[in-house]
């Protein structure tokens, strides 16, 4: 079962405007969450993070925002630049101990994000 | 402080040998995990050890082991390679189990 979903395979702005990423999660045991960026032939790198306890975090142009009862995240993108294009990952884990999803992260499919000059 | 390694960068096998990819932690981090990425898709846990001990393991077969060393690198080894072992491998350390994890460059594995 997927765990953790990105539905959009894609997005398209324009440099200058917002980008919003989204993704849901299904697991209630899941208590820190992550985007991650990807660019091809690169691992993962981490952008920022947010725990359960939080509805927002924010680091410069990057905010992620967290709606447990939703079970939904997004990363917003402000303004967005040609160099912020590529894949996207969300992810999330469950920090406490006993849940068999301890220690492990569960990455969405990811989104494709190409911004326009 | 150096980041997270990985070796090699690309490596071309055959069905049924047997590889070992290697990764270097960062320094202080006391967790390695190991994922796998198919083409199109997110990464996949495979395991993770912490403080050189499995410390939980994903939806793969025995014939994927890993190690932890004391100096903070670590193995993947595949035995009895398959054609859909074909994947990026992802080493990715970090602090404490679930928490935030630092990927390496991964290493391009094909099975021919």
């Known amino acids: 079962d997927q765990q953790v979903k990105q539905n959009s395979p894609s997005l398209s702005v324009q440099e200058g405007r917002i980008s919003i990423l989204n993704c849901d999660y299904t697991?209630?045991?899941?208590?820190?969450f992550l985007w991650y960026k990807k660019y091809p032939a690169e691992g993962p790198t981490f952008l920022i993070s947010?725990?359960?306890?939080?509805d927002k975090n924010e680091d410069g142009r990057f905010t992620v925002f967290l709606n447990k009862s939703a079970k939904h995240l997004s990363l917003h993108i402000v303004p967005s630049q040609p160099g912020d294009s590529a894949v996207y990952f969300c992810?999330?884990?469950?920090?406490?101990?006993?849940?068999?999803?301890?220690?492990?992260?569960?990455f969405g499919q990811g989104t494709t994000l190409q911004v326009k000059p | 402080e150096t980041g997270v390694t990985q070796s090699p960068t690309h490596l071309i096998k055959t069905r049924g040998q047997q590889v070992t990819l290697r990764c270097s932690s960062q320094?202080?981090?006391?967790?390695v995990s190991w994922y796998q990425q198919a083409l199109g898709q997110g990464p996949q846990f495979i395991f993770q050890y912490y403080r050189e001990e499995e410390n939980g393991r994903g939806n793969f077969p025995p014939r994927f082991s890993g190690l932890q060393f004391p100096n903070y690198s670590s193995e993947l080894n595949v035995n009895a390679l398959e054609l859909d072992d074909s994947a990026l491998y992802l080493c990715?350390?970090?602090?404490?189990?679930?928490?935030?994890?630092?990927f390496g460059p991964g290493t391009r594995l094909t099975v021919l």
């Open positions: 947010i725990s359960s306890i939080k």
């Open positions: 320094s202080g981090h006391n967790t």
């Open positions: 990715a350390s970090g602090w404490t189990a679930g928490g935030t994890q630092y």
């Open positions: 992810a999330a884990s469950a920090t406490l101990g006993g849940s068999s999803n301890t220690g492990k992260l569960i």
């Open positions: 697991n209630s045991m899941f208590d820190y």
